[in-house]
């Protein structure tokens, strides 16, 4: 582990309550142990986040690579919010041209291409990912069980498997958005144990206990890798969601997960391909084209700066 005699800079940024810390690492200079970030994003002892980003050089010719690191101190493929907020970061700090209206950031996902809008001052204030196309072959995903559905395009998938819990069954779709999802629709809430809802006489998705039912699934023998966990309900024209996210626990909001709980609703019939998503921090639009994208719009936002020892850390 290497020691910084000097401080080192950060900017907090968020999308929609899901913050980050957010530090320039464009010289490489920098390693973060798995205790280091897990001190960095204690909000009590640390600056406090749901994960760090190191903003970093792309190895393939894109804008930049996003070394996206979860509060727990584990590496992740993807993170809708997140890129969001790494676009922000490239932008606002002058690393893309100011005429430039896009982003190709570089993940642990592949390429995602961001289509960005500015204020009058050049910053950034909302983008549209292209977040690809969803995987949904249970290899991939990944999980432990065979398809048992298959898409309008005859894709076979993992769609409302039941799996058990000490509280009942719930019924699953399984999606991967360059990281494993698990979407359960609460279509009768009402039949649903009442040791899941910190209120049993108003069982609503916000009184629904996600840390016990979401950490239960989140390590389930069924996702060989974890899995991030959606609940969600569908409404006249929004789907409302919560998510516990994999080395996270509960955050405010998920983009992967609004992406995958978008495909979800459009391949169990309970939607269409163009969803707005509810989350506890905001609203996501999410749009599953026609050419087999998810387009993922939303908000980045700067919270503020400072700076950290890192021999304060672990």
């Not at 290497?2 to 010289?27: A, P, S, T």
């Not at 490239?90 to 500015?118: E, F, M, P, Q």
């Not at 969601?241 to 997960?257: D, K, P």
Request: charged fraction near 25%; aromatic fraction near 8%.
């Amino acid at each position: 582990m290497k020691r910084y005699e000097v401080e080192l800079n950060f900017k907090k940024m968020h999308g929609l309550g899901n913050d980050f810390v957010m530090i320039d690492n464009m010289d490489r200079s920098i390693e973060l142990s798995a205790d280091q970030v897990r001190s960095i994003c204690d909000r009590h002892f640390g600056i406090g986040a749901d994960g760090v980003i190191l903003v970093e050089p792309s190895n393939i010719g894109d804008d930049g690579f996003m070394n996206y690191i979860n509060s727990d101190g584990s590496f992740a493929q993807m993170c809708g919010n997140g890129v969001r907020c790494f676009a922000k970061f490239l932008v606002d700090s002058g690393c893309i041209d100011t005429d430039s209206k896009s982003v190709a950031a570089s993940t642990r996902a592949g390429t995602k291409n961001i289509v960005i809008t500015r204020d009058e001052n050049g910053r950034m204030v909302e983008a549209v990912v292209d977040m690809g196309a969803p995987e949904l072959d249970p290899v991939k995903v990944p999980i432990r069980a065979v398809a048992n559905a298959v898409a309008d395009d005859d894709t076979p998938f993992v769609g409302e498997l039941s799996v058990p819990s000490p509280w009942g069954d719930f019924s699953f779709t399984a999606v991967s958005m360059g990281n494993p999802h698990a979407v359960c629709f609460l279509d009768d809430i009402e039949d649903i144990d009442d040791a899941l809802f910190t209120d049993p006489f108003n069982k609503t998705l916000d009184s629904l206990n996600l840390d016990l039912i979401g950490a239960f699934y989140e390590s389930n023998e069924i996702f060989p890798e974890k899995t991030n966990v959606e609940f969600a309900v569908v409404g006249d024209d929004s789907i409302s969601m919560r998510v516990y996210e994999r080395g996270c626990g509960e955050t405010l909001a998920c983009g992967t997960g609004a992406c995958a709980t978008g495909v979800a609703a459009c391949l169990t019939k309970r939607a269409g391909r163009k969803n707005e998503i509810i989350l506890k921090g905001g609203m996501l639009d999410i749009d599953w084209r026609d050419d087999g994208h998810v387009h993922m719009t939303g908000p980045a936002a700067h919270s503020f700066s400072g700076t950290i020892s890192l021999d304060d850390l672990a």
